[in-house]
C-alpha cells in the first residue's frame, strides 16, 4: 500500500524490517525489489529477485512443482 501511495522508500524500510524478523521471504523479497526498482535502484533490484528466485533451507521458491 505504502510503495503505491508513492511512499516507496518508506516501504521498502519496513520491507527490510520484515526480512530482519523472516529472513528470506519470497514474497518480502519480491517487494522490495519492487520498491527498490520505484527508487531507482535497479541493480539492487535485480539482486534481490535474484535472492528471492534462490531455494533456501530446503524450500523451492521459484521452481514450478
Do not use: K, N, V
Amino acid at each position: 500500500a505504502l510503495r503505491e501511495a508513492g511512499r516507496a522508500a518508506e516501504a521498502a524500510r519496513h520491507l527490510e524490517e520484515s526480512l530482519r524478523l523472516r529472513p528470506g521471504s519470497a514474497g518480502t523479497l519480491s517487494l522490495l525489489a519492487c520498491a527498490l526498482e520505484d527508487l531507482g535502484r535497479p541493480a539492487e533490484a535485480h539482486r534481490i529477485r535474484q535472492e528471492a528466485a534462490t531455494p533456501q533451507d530446503g524450500e523451492g521458491r521459484g521452481q514450478a512443482g
